[in-house]
């Protein structure tokens, strides 16, 4: 009686503990998509870490004994679209307007599991995306260049990308994405082909060694399978025209040349490349930049784009058998994407065109211009065109997160830019990935860190239109929760948030001088960027396009002094308002402190940058006061003037010693691109000159300069004229004959122009210049080759005026080699009249001693003459165009 008693009671309690768990059917279908397993598979999961004992069934017939979720072979209306409702029994029925959207499904009713804890009842959703590409990029790229190599160019080596090989970290990636409803993947490098493919014609093109290409095939293979499952397309993205080093070694060619026409071997050997990546992952995008390293903006765009790369991507589809055309994504960088979309239409149907929205920053919400019209001519194709939220050098490296400000940036992108898709950025340090500018025990992954950039964008990428009081409980319940805290302490954090959010947008729309990386706005502006922004290429488009209409400085001290009225947001607002923003910034967060329950060193570090933002409001608040006081000296030439811009010019540098003692501990750099390409506030080559402490003393000797300056101004009553030195010609030997002419009043800049020089600045005086043909330098650009012993300088001077018939200027936002010489700021600027033609400005290359070839894009410029590389140039406005004489010598 004793064994059957207790095997009855072990019967018994084994069927209560059973029954305790309620069961749970999962149906789908027996032949289903690998993104409807994964959907029901992560349901069925979460149900079994709670009160359920749930499994998939793939009958498709619900079980009557059991609870079921079940998926309908209904469709909901439009992609990735989906429905989940309750009946009256609590069955859940599911439908999906395809795959993705039954995923959707499946992950909405998993997240809504875990949060209630339980299986929800009486459920009723209905939902799609408005933006049909949601997409984030990660960046196969580094803060430096590696050795012996040019911009843009890494291999896909685990030395340089460890991560890249890291299949957890792309999990908690993909997950993440899949979270926020992300459905595409960008892979940014400048030539990733000789990584990922073997080419039997050019197998010397493979840039790395056997291992590595398994390893590179395995995890390819892995990133793409698993991206699938969860609804992510994976788009591989490449810079045109771009070799591999042992091809360019093999062939005599340089890996990149602006300047360098199309050449039949490279077109070959890049459209086999092409094919062959097709071929092997039929599944992957393309995101094609035809720009940067190839020629300017023109036919050759076109040709490439139609004559190598949509052939390549035919062939390889050719090669499969396959009709289904990959999708090409074509970047409106540095070319003129609708001619080329014209063209390519009629050859290839799947196409997307993407452009910037804010340029490499985030400036406004209220984008317009030029380049809104760029935007909608593209959106108005007809085909997809995404938005690419781009680098935001202005964000790095603090934390960003407004929601407000996303949200209306997302609304931007829809009403003023006509757009449907997103492509976003990380929030900060892109060139190195997967970590954060942080300086903490373990690096930060900005995967943690800027969990708010991704969320947020990708929230209002799914929908625009929601409505602003539920999104302030949203965000605030949200942060609460991070926080461990109540809705209240969530609200002040998100009020932080929103308030800094406004700070760097701001600034820069306002007062700097790029919206290119080339400008690392948090390390601050010297006072010449602020009063002489055409000496360093200020970028006007980003005035004119990516803020609202408004007045920079110079044009609001002009019309101060001329007594003529204000239009739009001035500086003056801007500096008042940055600083307003700031103190509620901070006012915000202490208010949140002692809330805080959870996550408290994360806090901290919050907490943190919203000091460091207020120090650079006020820090840039203060000088552009003083800016302004300085302009009203050029125009009074008055003393007094710099007398009232002393004091500002002080307190900026106090709250610039705050900022670097705020980040002192806090970070290892300000930005993430530490290569030559950086040129404001000061030239990054080599990674110097990232991080506050290194810029502060600048600033100092900035200050000591003015104070000096003012002195001797008061001692000698006028405002004195710096001394000038004519350049010495240096020596060199052409490869070819050429034509000199003395640099002097009158003299003829070219052999088939009658036209003269007008006027000039004494430096320039007696150099020897090259006499060369207009109209072959616009057909075919300058090439000059010669030999110098000794380093070189060339000055080359050019026309101040974008247009075809000039060579443009040096130009960082659309070309990272236009600092390879040194030639990207103008040195002399307005230094030479020509009859007839804008003014010019001249620019110096620099060349070590050897055999070297000058290099101009297509387009009249002047080369001026050769010289010793020692040579000191005095950086100056020579003010020939009549627009006033130079100040910045008052900073030294
Ligand atoms: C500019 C920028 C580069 C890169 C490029 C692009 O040249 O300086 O870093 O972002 O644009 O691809 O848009």
């Known amino acids: 009686g004793y064994t059957v008693c207790m095997m009855f009671s072990l019967l018994l309690n084994s069927a209560i503990a059973k029954t305790a768990k309620e069961k749970i059917n999962v149906v789908i279908p027996a032949q289903a998509n690998v993104r409807v397993v994964f959907g029901a598979t992560q349901l069925v999961k979460q149900l079994n870490q709670l009160n359920y004992q749930a499994q998939i069934a793939k009958n498709n017939k619900p079980n009557t004994r059991v609870k079921n979720i079940t998926l309908t072979n209904q469709k909901t ?83 340089t990308f460890p991560w890249f090989y890291d299949k957890q970290q792309w999990i908690a ?79 005599g060619l340089k890996t990149q040349d602006r300047n360098r026409p199309i050449i039949p071997i490279i077109a070959d050997y890049t ?46 589809l050719k090669a499969l058998g396959s009709k289904t055309e990959p999708p090409i994504v074509l970047r409106a960088h540095d070319s003129d994407a609708p001619a080329v979309m014209k063209a390519a239409l009629p050859l290839y149907k799947n196409l997307y065109t993407m452009a ?65 898709a997103l492509h976003l950025y990380p929030q900060a340090s892109y060139w190195d990935w997967p970590y954060t500018a942080d300086k903490a025990p373990n690096r930060l992954m900005q995967l943690d860190r800027d969990w708010i950039w991704y969320k947020a964008w990708a929230r209002y990428a799914w929908d625009s239109k929601r409505e602003r009081s539920a999104e302030i409980a949203y965000w605030s319940k949200e942060l609460g929760a991070k926080y461990g805290a109540n809705q209240e302490t969530g609200k002040y954090i998100l009020d932080a948030y929103e308030e800094s959010g406004e700070i760097s947008p701001k600034l820069l729309r306002r007062f700097g001088i790029t919206d290119g990386n080339r400008q690392t706005l948090t390390l601050g502006m010297l006072t010449t960027q602020f009063i002489n922004p055409f000496r360093y290429g200020v970028f006007t488009l980003m005035y004119e396009s990516e803020a609202p209409e408004g007045e920079m400085i110079i044009d609001y001290a002009e019309k101060e002094w001329k007594k003529q009225g204000h239009i739009g947001e001035t500086p003056v607002q801007v500096a008042k308002e940055v600083v307003e923003h700031g103190r509620k910034a901070i006012a915000a967060i202490e208010k949140a402190k002692t809330g805080v329950k959870a996550n408290q060193d994360e806090f901290d570090r919050l907490l943190n940058d919203m000091y460091c933002y207020d120090a650079m409001a006020n820090f840039y608040a203060d000088k552009v006061t003083a800016a302004l006081w300085i302009l009203k000296f050029k125009y009074s030439n008055d003393v007094k003037d710099l007398d009232q811009a002393l004091p500002f010019l002080e307190s900026s540098v106090q709250h610039y010693q705050k900022l670097v003692r705020l980040t002192e501990n806090h970070y290892l750099y300000a930005n993430s691109m530490q290569t030559k390409q950086r040129k404001i506030p000061m030239r990054g080559v080599d990674k110097t000159f990232i991080h506050w402490k290194e810029v502060l003393p600048v600033f100092e000797t900035e200050l000591k300069n003015f104070k000096h300056s003012i002195d001797s101004l008061k001692s000698t009553k006028t405002a004195s004229n710096i001394a000038f030195k004519a350049y010495e010609n240096a020596v060199v030997k052409f490869q070819d004959k050429q034509l000199y002419y003395t640099v002097k009043e009158q003299a003829k800049a070219f052999t088939d122009e009658d036209l003269q020089i007008k006027a000039l600045t004494p430096e320039l005086v007696g150099l020897n210049a090259l006499q060369l043909s207009a109209e072959a ?53 307005n230094a030479i009249i020509i009859e007839n033609y804008p003014a010019i400005n001249v620019h110096a ?48």
Do not use: C
């Not at 990029?137 to 160019?153: F, N, T, W």
């Not at 804010?358 to 085909?383: Q, V």
């Not at 790095?396 to 929601?403: D, L, T």
């Not at 894009?857 to 003459?865: D, I, P």
């Open 356 to 420: 910037k929205y804010n340029g490499e920053a985030l400036t406004t919400y209220t984008p317009r211009g030029k380049w809104a019209d760029l935007h909608r001519s593209l959106s108005r194709i007809g085909t997809v065109h995404v938005q690419n939220v781009h680098i935001l050098a202005n964000l790095e490296p603090f934390r960003y997160g407004s929601a407000d400000f996303i949200q209306k940036s997302v609304q931007a992108m829809h009403h003023v830019y006509e757009a449907n």
């Open 77 to 159: 209306n439009g992609k990735e679209s989906y429905a989940i409702v309750s009946d009256a029994k609590g069955n859940i029925n599911i439908a999906g307007g395809d795959d993705s959207g039954i995923l959707y499904a499946f992950t909405t009713l998993t997240e809504q599991v875990k949060a209630q804890g339980k299986l929800p009842q009486n459920l009723q959703i209905k939902d799609k995306p408005e933006m049909v590409l949601r997409g984030t990029a990660i960046g196969l790229q580094k803060p430096d260049y590696l050795p012996g190599r040019d911009v843009y160019e890494y291999p896909y080596t685990p030395e």
């Open 845 to 892: 290359y620099t060349f070590p001693a050897g055999k070297n070839t000058l290099s101009l894009a297509k387009g009249k410029a002047l080369v001026l003459g050769f010289i010793d590389a020692n040579q000191k140039i005095k950086i100056f406005d020579a003010g020939l165009n009549g627009n006033g004489r130079d100040i910045d010598w008052l900073f030294g």
């Open 271 to 316: 459209q086999k490349s092409i094919a062959a990546f097709v071929q092997k992952y039929p599944n992957v995008g393309l995101l094609v930049t035809l720009g940067e390293a190839m020629e300017g903006v023109g036919q050759d765009d076109i040709d490439w784009f139609t004559k190598t790369i949509i052939p390549g991507v035919q062939d390889g």
């Open 777 to 829: 330098q616009i057909k075919n650009g300058t090439q000059i080759t010669f030999t110098n012993v000794k380093p070189v300088t060339v000055l080359v001077g050019f026309f101040n005026k974008k247009d075809a018939q000039f060579s443009p200027t040096p130009e960082l936002e659309t070309d990272a080699s236009a600092n390879n010489y040194g030639q990207a700021e103008s040195k002399l600027s």
């Open 173 to 251: 990636y993909l997950d993440m994405m899949l979270a926020n409803r992300y459905n595409s993947l960008y892979l940014w490098n400048g030539h990733p082909f000789s990584s990922l493919v073997k080419l039997k014609e050019y197998p010397y093109a493979l840039e790395v060694d056997e291992a590595t290409f398994k390893k590179n095939e395995e995890i390819f293979k892995f990133l793409t399978e698993e991206a699938d499952k969860r609804g992510i397309w994976v788009i591989q993205m490449f810079y045109n025209i771009l070799i591999p080093k042992p091809f360019a070694e093999k062939h």
